[in-house]
């Protein structure tokens, strides 16, 4: 039986090593190589990620994709610009994987490509975005008064009050997910900060 061309790879493109510890300079090499070409395809792990929300309602009016789609839609069309309207775009990616703490999920992915305010908003859009109902589940609405000390607390206040909190409009005509495709791979092409920046650079 012949295997996938993915997985034909012979010993010879292979690091030799057991142990991290015996790791040489050729192995290195040869895996750099294989991550350079890895990380080049991430905008499109994310994008196939973010099409697992098309469909899944959880109750709310639209589906967690239509939310995604009309968040980063408002954002755009309010002038952002597009580190933001990815972080929009992206903000709740992870509730398939991080469901107790979806916007640190989402905040990781994007912290190489974005400003610390909007990595700052991402990460933390959760706390604020709970203003508008945790008190309807016997939560304290106002947990977001924690950050109140953070110079990026307008910021994200702003950001669920206009763009947010708003996206459950089943009659908004949000832009299709092509539409966001190219500010993905535009924002996602080289880090801005990542402990491999010296490495991607050679």
């Given at each position: 039986m012949n295997k996938p061309e993915n997985l034909t790879h012979s010993i010879e493109e292979r690091a030799k090593f057991r142990e991290m510890k015996e790791g040489t300079q050729e192995d290195w090499a040869i895996i750099g190589a294989e991550y350079m070409a890895f990380a080049k395809d991430l905008p499109d792990r994310v994008?196939?990620?973010?099409?697992?929300?098309?469909?899944?309602?959880?109750?709310?009016?639209?589906?967690?994709?239509?939310?995604?789609?009309?968040?980063?839609?408002?954002?755009?069309?309010?002038?952002?610009?597009?580190?933001?309207?990815?972080?929009?775009?992206?903000?709740?990616?992870?509730?398939?994987?991080?469901?107790?703490?979806?916007?640190?999920v989402a905040a990781a992915i994007i912290k190489p490509f974005v400003t610390e305010e909007i990595h700052w908003i991402c990460q933390n859009h959760g706390a604020f975005q709970g203003y508008y109902y945790f008190h309807h589940l016997g939560m304290d609405r106002n947990i977001r008064d924690k950050f109140a000390e953070s110079p990026h607390f307008a910021a994200c206040a702003e950001f669920c009050e206009k763009y947010d909190q708003a996206a459950f409009d089943p009659d908004y005509e949000s832009e299709p997910l092509e539409f966001f495709e190219p500010m993905v791979r535009r924002v996602m092409a080289k880090p801005l900060a990542s402990m491999y920046a010296k490495a991607l650079e050679e």
């Open positions: 994008l196939e990620h973010l099409r697992l929300l098309d469909g899944d309602f959880g109750g709310f009016p639209v589906c967690r994709l239509e939310h995604s789609l009309q968040t980063a839609t408002r954002a755009h069309r309010d002038g952002r610009d597009e580190q933001y309207v990815v972080m929009a775009l992206l903000h709740d990616i992870g509730d398939t994987l991080g469901s107790y703490n979806h916007p640190e």
